[in-house]
């Protein structure tokens, strides 16, 4: 008597997250600087992807530009796009709020990562970033968004 109502009870709970899970998110925003060859890291060590940004971060003098890399998820159907905003201070002083977007589709049954670069003259409007702000959209609807700590 206690099976039936547990794969009921499952069968329901699934059905509930499978309809809960469809609006979309954004699971994780990871900025990293690019070098004056375009590259993150050196080698595909997780580790020495992590040094290098630190000596990225510590060498200004080093840097072409900054790609965020944008994990997400959403329908498979609609006008979904991503929206960066970012701030910077360049010369101790404050700059604009800089806005990119990219349109995105929906690939398969899981999450998906786009990847969205700043390089030559707009990086160099940004400056040193300080405040990042991701957001999914599907038209006008607001599916979900990541901030950073400053933003």
Known sequence: MRWPITILFSLALFATSAVAGSDGKVIKVLPQFL???????????LYERDAYQAQLQAKPEQRSGIV??????????GNLKIFIEARGVVREKIAPTFVWERP???HGWFSQWEKISVTGEEFRKLGTLTAWHVTLWDGDKLL???????W
């Open 144 to 150: 979900g968004e990541q901030k950073s700590f400053l």
């Open 68 to 77: 965020f890399h944008v994990q997400w998820k959403g329908p498979k159907t």
């Open 104 to 106: 995105v589709t929906r």
């Open 35 to 45: 070098d004056l060859q375009g590259r993150t890291t050196l080698s595909p060590s």
